[in-house]
């Protein structure tokens, strides 16, 4: 069974900046994007980024301009670059890699907390 090990969260001032990194255990075939979602207490979970194979990205409003995803896709590798992070920002962040096949993996999650 595939797994994916993300890394990189933890504590950090308002204004600051963290980098999440997402690795699978093991290759995987016909990943077509690659992506990060977060839930914060309370909340559904959500898109924050996603890159596909043909490298076209996607982010939510609320990190444009501050977050920026990229991947290597011989590799199944995604990372998150956050740049100043807000209290917003706050929830578990989880990697997600969707195939041809719209099976989804996911990664266990990893916290990030920013405090104001």
């Known amino acids: 069974q595939v797994q994916l090990v993300e890394s990189g969260g933890g504590l950090v001032q308002a204004g600051g900046s963290l980098r999440l990194s997402c690795a699978a255990s093991r290759s995987i075939s016909g990943i077509n994007v690659m992506g990060w979602y977060r839930q914060a207490p309370g909340k559904q979970r959500e898109l924050v980024a996603s890159?596909?194979?043909?490298?076209?990205?996607n982010y939510a409003d609320s990190v444009k301009g501050r977050f920026t995803i990229s991947g290597d896709y011989a590799k199944n590798t995604v990372s998150l670059q956050m740049n100043s992070l807000k209290p917003e920002d706050t929830a578990v962040y989880y990697c997600?890699?969707?195939?041809?096949?719209?099976?989804?993996?996911w990664g266990q999650g990893t916290q990030v907390t920013v405090s104001s």
């Open positions: 890159i596909t194979s043909r490298g076209s990205t």
């Open positions: 997600n890699l969707l195939d041809g096949r719209l099976r989804n993996y």
